[in-house]
DNA sequence: TCAGTAATAGGAACCATTACCATTATTATG
DNA sequence: CATAATAATGGTAATGGTTCCTATTACTGA
């Protein structure tokens, strides 16, 4: 059974108020001024345990590090090529592609996931 | 300028007659048949070589490892999470998607990436 | 033909992530 | 509350994909 732990609640707590994506890094640096001594191998641990529960979302893509968020419905996400930072889209998400896809190629289709890349606004200058 | 070593050139002919997505790593077993003492350094090397140069496509599939494919009209991919196996979908590229994201977040665009996943024919059963 | 230099092979280094393990802390149960 | 079972931790080593380094090789333009 799960425990309730302060780091796992530590790091909950911190995706639970922010919009960053953040990396698992950026998450032990975070966490680490509340719990200074607690240790990087509990941030991924931890963040395995919330992603198998579902109640955390790991964002990966190969050639980047992999980010996270609490799980919420599904949306798609804007990476700026400049300073890696991810962002929420508001884009409505759809959901018939999936079924489309399913009968021409005759694969089992579960999800889709659409990424948008490009500069944000601060890159753009 | 760039040369042509029998190394790129036996990378490059790989990647013209398979459809398979390949990883570095596959283009090196394959490719050590042909030239045995072809080092991994350079299937990488020849891979970022051929990407920056336009020939060559990495793609950033949700999954651990980079795959490679030879450039070509954009398209969407399918990755089986059984297999790992990706497949291309000739489902049609909706261009004006990225306009769209664009006005509403006034981020600069450059490209989008749709990717599904689930179970391919093979793997259902 | 050959000098200039791009590319190679092999191995070390890098770095995000995972694995290991002795110790600690949570929690179900009496 | 006391306690025993064991999940979780911190610290560190290991892993694995990828990049870097360097002496040597081999293209290629002149
Ligand atoms: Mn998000
Ligand atoms: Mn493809
Ligand atoms: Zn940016
Ligand atoms: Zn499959």
């Given at each position: 059974?799960?425990?309730?732990?302060?780091q796992r609640?530590a790091i909950?707590?911190y995706l639970?108020?922010?919009?960053?994506?953040p990396t698992a890094d950026i998450i032990y640096d975070v966490v680490k001024?509340?719990i200074?001594?607690i240790s990087k191998g509990t941030i991924y641990r931890n963040l395995n345990v919330l992603?198998?529960?579902?109640?955390?979302?790991?964002?990966?893509?190969?050639?980047?590090?992999s980010?996270y968020?609490?799980?919420?419905?599904?949306?798609?996400?804007?990476?700026?090529?400049?300073?890696?930072?991810?962002?929420?889209?508001?884009?409505?998400?759809?959901?018939?592609?999936?079924?489309?896809?399913?009968?021409?190629?005759?694969?089992?289709?579960?999800?889709?996931?659409?990424?948008?890349?490009?500069?944000?606004?601060?890159?753009?200058?």
């Open positions: 059974m799960h425990r309730e732990t302060k609640t909950l707590k639970n108020n922010t919009k960053s994506h001024k509340i200074p001594n992603k198998e529960s579902g109640q955390v979302t790991r964002l990966n893509i190969k050639g980047t590090v980010r968020e609490i799980k919420q419905a599904s949306h798609y996400h804007f990476r700026c090529e400049q300073c890696g930072r991810v962002f929420d889209i508001d884009e409505p998400v759809d959901k018939s592609i999936d079924e489309r896809v399913a009968k021409s190629t005759g694969f089992k289709v579960i999800r889709h996931q659409l990424e948008f890349r490009g500069l944000c606004k601060d890159c753009q200058r």
